[in-house]
């Protein structure tokens, strides 16, 4: 058993000070929930020598400013849905920030919502829902966080018709790594919510890039969100019980459809032209093997479908799309040009009973509530690529995919399942964004490693093949090897890690 | 080192790879960069270069951080409005109008990569040769740069293709004040620029920074850019424009949300009379009096677009949808405009390009013209007109003579709302009392000055302590010896502040 460290009794002190002694604990059976193993790695992860549960931002200030004064190592959480663990070194001190879960504000004229970290996606959806809006809802199911997803992660299904999370933060209030509250854009000019850009230089660009800090630079206590007008029912309603429930749209407004294509390249040029006409809630080219997991409730029953061969003749090159209107005449106009393009390119529908798990759970579209099945194979599974540049530029990755994976199915060390990669496209097809998906048997002697290779395999076909289809993860030794080659990106981030958190405590990395 | 004697050193440094017609001293040359419209003074532009390429761009920055001699970009062709071209100390000027290649127009991921020195008047057209258009500001000067627009956040005409304040300029490349060169967004790498096969048009990152955005909104003081992409749109192959009036902008402001938040239209911008006159009127001063007096006190146009497929069904479509938002507010959406003459024809070619004749539509009253722009949510906007005319009647200038122009943004989360002063050589103490406090009150009501020229700067910074400190460690990170444009926005004290 990992001997957990502790924290000085005067530094525990101090803290519990700050929170009272109900919001902070090192007892052992509790840090003992904070290194839970993940599944996708197995790796253990180390243990924080305490967890504290800021009340408000106030309380978040001087909790960092504690740990500036006593070199405490420490990171913000709220979900621990990611997959570097809590804590990235031993002895680290969890802020954990679940007692922050307010909604502060819902603004339905000017279209914008104030949340505290802890707001779940569930929570805010069925509120902004209530008041016919929506927001870009990244696909990592309905109890991770909000604010999380807008400053870390964020790609999402119905990106088409908006953007990814991160362009739809409109303001941030911000504990530095030193422990200063900075209110960024117009709000730090008592002008709102709106815009977090300015004035001059946007310190927007500071609290995530392409992907977020995961913790490394300070701690975001409240954010603005924009919202959208939601064109579909301000109530789901739902037919039967989880898992096997369904959530229809009204079909006048409301329509998916699946089609495939001969090739990935008629697939690629059926989207970009989707993206020309400005059409479409949702259009993308999934991963098929993801969806058999996701559409089926029990590994027994993956297995059947799979192995049915369904999905492989009818998915591989396919595009979903998902229609909404806010009349059926425009919904019929959009359909009519989507025909238009999909018997350009040569599209035909795919077998009904695929599409109609669709028709019958539209959530999938929004929240993606039943995504917590990609575990229920009990083996591992894992993303890599993850990065964003033009619809054709994608495709172009994706078609290299082959070259690196094969080796990995041919040796049965992942699920023969080469063309479970999704391209989803938004802001209309101005870019898009990729991410292989990849199953694993966790029985297998050496599946810890499995993850590490694909992904590093998949780097190196990147590289060289000129693609930008990721970029190199904030591991130091990753971004000082793989650096120089992304226009030494890591000189310029480590220089502004260094000036903003000079005491190196903002959850520094595994290193 | 004495000023002059740090130029001159700059300048035998620089001598060894600039051309020798790429170095200019002519007093009267330099003399035109020394002052512009606005109220900003300054120093003196000791030298002008013009880089032709990023190598020579790296070169004037190396020479300038050895001999610590400021720098100061500009792009766009006179006159100047806002004071970030003046120098504040005596600095060289680095003229990018010579890097003006139009590198790449994509029509299958609908991108332009264009040089600083591109302007709107030369890419326009250039596009719409191609099929495409470029989503504007309002009546740019024809010799304005693009990119230097962009980086800038100059509020576009079209606000559903915005999805955020920096949108639509996509990647970078970038010469800090180091001297290092850096690409950002998906232009990053892997590799150099010839062998990275990625289109360039993910603007984040790379890693956990947008570093794209540090330079926005930077009047030059964070990097000099020396290419940019930029995103472009798909020429409709039907248009109509609409004209929707009004004697108070509230009903207006309630017409742009509803219609933004639905998607309707394309093209979406409100203009005052003195505005919209100043832009139509064929002769001063007769036809300009006549018009202002004739059209309504604000205009809101819309633009309804279809594309490629199905134009005519698209625009059936959306032109019931702003119908029926109008006749709910009591307003009617017409394609003829109420006062002006028939002149509904100019006002769709003049929106879809530069303003090309002499003198810029701003200058057609008076000698100057003082902007005082900013950004709010729609739904403050009527607040602050009011707050604005007000103002005007404590200086005792005519309200109506004012220009106004409202921009949503960001799909209509934002709204640039902006003022345009006129004002004649007899008057520029009067304006300029009026324009400081107006600047003033309307930021002590709310009013964000997101791009802090001039004046606003102090106004600005000085209510917010911890931005500006944060922003000072940028600065010292990107540009160590505080060479570029030095004393813009809040970096007055050098790079450490």
Known sequence: MEKVMSLPKEVYQALLKVVGPENIADRPHILAALRHTNPQSGRQPPSPAAVIMPGSVEEVREIVRICNRHGVRYNAVVSMFGMGGVVSQPGMLVISLRRMNRIIEINEFDRYAVIEPAVRQVQLKAEVFKRGLTYPTASAGPSCSVLANFLTSGDHHTQQSSSRCSRYLLGYEWVTPTGEIVRVGSLAHGAGWFCPDGPGPSLRGLVRGYGGWGGGLGIVTRIAIGLDDWKGPRVLTTQGHSPDYKIPFPPDCHRVFIFKFPTLEKVRDAMTEMGKAEIGQAVLKFFYATEAVLFTVSANDFRDLWNSGLYQRELPRALWVYLAAWTPEELAYEERVMRDIVEEFGGEPVDASITRKYEENMDFFILVSFLQRVLKLGGGWSPTKLGADSIHHMFEVAAAIPEFFYDFIEKGRILDAPHNFQVIPMEYGHAAHIELLFFFDNQRPDWQQIPAEVMQKSMESDIRHGFHAATPPRVKAVMERLGPLYSNFQVWTNKIKETFDPNNVSNPGPG | ?497
């Open chain 2, 1 to 497: 080192m004495r000023a002059a004697e740090a130029v001159l050193r700059f300048r035998e440094g620089v001598a060894r790879f600039l051309k020798a017609d790429s170095i200019v001293d002519d007093a009267r040359t330099l003399e035109s960069y020394n002052r512009d419209i606005s109220f900003v003074k300054g120093g003196r532009a000791r030298l002008l270069v013009y880089p032709q390429n990023r190598e020579d761009v790296r070169g004037i920055v190396r020479a300038a951080s050895k001999n610590k001699v400021p720098l100061v970009p500009v792009s766009s062709g006179p006159p100047h409005y806002r004071g970030d071209t003046v120098p504040s100390a005596d600095a060289v000027i680095v003229d990018f109008s010579r890097m003006k290649r139009i590198i790449r127009i994509d029509p299958v991921s609908r991108y332009a990569v264009l040089e600083p020195g591109v302007t709107y008047g030369q890419l326009v057209p250039e596009l719409r040769r191609q099929g495409f258009k470029l989503v504007m500001p309002l009546l740019p000067r024809a010799n304005k740069s693009v990119v230097t627009s962009r980086l800038e956040r100059e509020p576009g005409l079209i606000p559903k293709y915005q999805y955020d304040y920096l949108d639509p300029l996509l990647t970078l490349e970038v010469v800090y004040g180091t001297g290092d060169d850096f690409r950002t967004g998906s232009a990053s790498g892997p590799g150099t620029p010839e062998t990275l096969k990625a289109d360039g048009v993910n603007p984040w990152g790379p890693g956990v920074l947008d570093f794209f955005r540090f330079v926005s909104g930077a009047q030059g003081t964070m990097g000099l850019v020396t290419r940019a992409a930029t995103k472009v749109e798909v020429l409709p192959s039907l248009e109509e424009l609409f004209f929707i009036t009004s004697g108070d902008v509230r009903p207006l402001v309630e017409a742009m949300n509803r219609l933004l938040r639905k998607r309707v239209v394309d093209e979406c911008l409100a203009l005052n009379g003195a505005n919209l006159a100043a832009i139509l009127a064929e002769s001063l001063p007769q036809d300009f009096a006549e018009l202002k007096k004739d059209l309504p006190p604000w205009t809101l146009l819309v633009g309804l677009a279809g594309y490629q497929r199905r134009p005519e069904e698209r625009i059936a479509i959306m032109e019931r949808y702003l119908r029926e938002i109008c006749g709910e507010l009591g307003l009617k959406a017409r394609p003829s405009l109420p006062g002006g003459g028939g002149r509904e024809k100019k006002v769709t070619e003049l929106l879809s390009g530069p303003w090309r004749s002499e003198p810029y539509w701003k200058l057609r009253q008076k000698d100057a013209c003082h902007d005082i722009f900013f950004l709010t949510t729609l739904s403050k906007v009527p607040e602050f007109v009011g707050v604005m005319r007000g103002a005007a009647e404590r200086h005792g200038y005519p309200f109506e003579d004012i220009g106004g122009y409202l921009q949503p943004m960001v799909q209509g989360r934002g709204c640039h709302v902006e003022f345009s002063i006129p004002c004649g050589k007899d008057e520029t103490a009067r304006v300029k009392d009026f324009f400081i406090e107006a600047s003033e009150t309307l930021i002590n009501e709310g009013a964000f000055f997101s791009r802090p020229y001039g004046p606003w700067a102090d106004m600005v910074y000085g209510r917010d302590g911890e931005g500006a400190a944060a922003l000072k460690k940028l600065k010292a990170i990107f540009d160590p010896d505080n060479i570029l444009n030095p004393g813009r926005l809040c970096f007055r004290e050098g790079g450490r502040g």
